[in-house]
């Protein structure tokens, strides 16, 4: 039937938003099955145009069977399009939102290192499935997607640039900031940090700091520090 | 006292007034009568541009407390509002208004509804609006910029402050206080100006093509939306429509149902509001007729009131 293969990749994009808490990884772009739908598509287009041209004008206003049968057919394609559309949008809602969390780096999201390391210092199952996400990202993107994420992340460089001066407008905004200090503890070696004071830092694995928030979002979003 | 001297030029801070911070200085630090002048001439400027008068923050509790017996769950939004105000206003209920600094001044003149809101309270305000609409409202970019300029201000006064030898601990706790506060007023900044972006992405082509709305947008926001609308087009055309038939291979088609490929905002997303004037009434969809008394709380759809949000006379919660 028509429309099928469409209604399938709808429907899978549909349920992978369902469970947005805990974040699930991205599934991998549904390539084969765009191109089949893409293929449908054609063949239907196809096939629109030659029976149009082979009954002509005349026959259109009078053989009712062909009238439905363009109809359909012209749905379809409508149909298969609006699918292939929302499926892609979808994923770029999820793009962006992977974007945003963490913390506007492109770097990090991109980089598959981050997994492997931090799947060895904590094991803890939220800390694993997030990080498998920000590792497989570049996996499971289809290069285009990934063409999208750096226009995105260029375009909001250059939105943000305006801001800078005063406030990031990447960290988190989950909720108000109450305290002006955190208590972090190392997760993994981020080497020396110079914070805004024009204090250095090094940050090793395991040990404890108190230190002003606003400097070390940054860290704690990449998953460098925790929270205690 | 020497490191107040260098900057009385700042041309916000106001001259030795001594009078209404006494108290302040008083219960904070009994024990050092000696500095207590000196640490009320910096919370003066400190306080010129933070925190708000305190005779708002008593309109304001009224109020809440008037739309809270109406619908109990407004007070969830409400204190996304309350926020607004100082850390440091705990202590500044028996002052009467008339210390708060000379920057304030001149913002209040520009609304005559609004003649006790600060800059923070009506950036709490906009930011509480801009979150319950579903329509992008327009960008408030003097707001903004003031809101900016004091916080660098802030910034400059506090790291002075702070390096100074002179300043005593109990100085030190206050100006944590201030930086909390700061912290604080950034982060409604940073979540109006994302609230914003996201619509604006979410409609972006729409917003793009219709140009009766550019004057809501800043000159960032414009072009962001136009940049962001080619990328997603980009991104579409090279994923899926290159390979379909040519004459599906636009985005801003009009689906036989009268569906639009062009997103526009849902305006008949319900919204909460409460009518600070009287608002005269509406008709309902099913021909029902509702009076928008003043002081009332209503649940209705945007489109229905979204003349009164504009206006200012309803305030979405």
Known sequence: MYGDLALQLVTSSHRSTLSTTPQLPLPKYALPLILSICLETRQLGQSITSAAEQHGQVSLSQDRSLVCNLTVQHLSARRNKRCLLAYLSTRVGGIKERWWDSGGSLAYLLSPSSSSTMNNSDPSAINSSESESAGDLRNNLSPQELDFLRGYNNLMIDYKSDFLDVLDLTSSIDRPPSELMVDVRVLKDAGEVVLEGGEKLDFRKGERFRLNRSNVERLIVQGYLEEV | ??????????????????????????????????????????????????????????????????????????????????????????????????????????????????????????????????????????????????????????QKMVNTLRSDPQTSEEEHFKLMLVQTEMERVKYLVRSYVRTRL??????????????????????????????????????????????????????????????????????????????????????????????LARGTTHLVKYKLVDRWINLGWAEVL
């Open chain 2, 1 to 154: 006292m020497s490191f107040f001297d260098d900057e009385d030029d700042d041309p916000l801070s106001p001259p030795t007034r001594p009078a209404p911070n006494e108290n302040y200085g008083m219960r904070a630090s009994s024990s050092r009568e000696g500095s207590v002048s000196g640490s009320s001439s910096f919370l003066d400027r400190l306080r010129s541009t933070v925190s708000p008068p305190p005779a708002q923050s008593h309109s304001h509790n009224e109020r809440s407390r008037a739309s809270a017996s109406i619908f109990d769950e407004s007070n969830t939004s409400i204190s996304g509002r309350e926020y607004g105000g100082s850390i440091l206003g705990e202590g500044e209920e028996e002052e009467d208004g008339m210390g708060l600094g000379l920057g304030l001044g001149q913002g209040l003149e520009e609304e005559e509804d609004e003649e006790d809101m600060n800059d923070v309270k009506r950036l709490g305000k906009i930011w509480v609006r801009e979150r319950g609409t579903p329509e992008l409202g327009e960008w408030k970019g003097e707001l903004i910029d003031q809101v900016f300029d004091k916080l660098e201000q802030q």
């Open chain 2, 198 to 291: 996201h619509k604006i992405e979410k409609f972006a082509h729409h917003i793009t093509l219709s140009t009766d709305m550019h004057h809501l947008l800043s000159g960032a926001e414009l072009s962001h939306a136009r940049r962001y609308t080619e990328l997603l087009h980009t991104h579409f055309q090279h994923s899926a429509l290159d390979s379909l038939p040519e004459w599906l291979r636009k985005m801003d088609d009009t689906y036989g149902d009268g569906l639009s490929m062009v997103s526009k905002p849902n305006r008949n997303t319900p919204v909460l509001i409460y009518c600070r004037k009287d608002c005269g009434e509406i008709t309902l969809e099913g021909g029902e007729r509702a009076a």
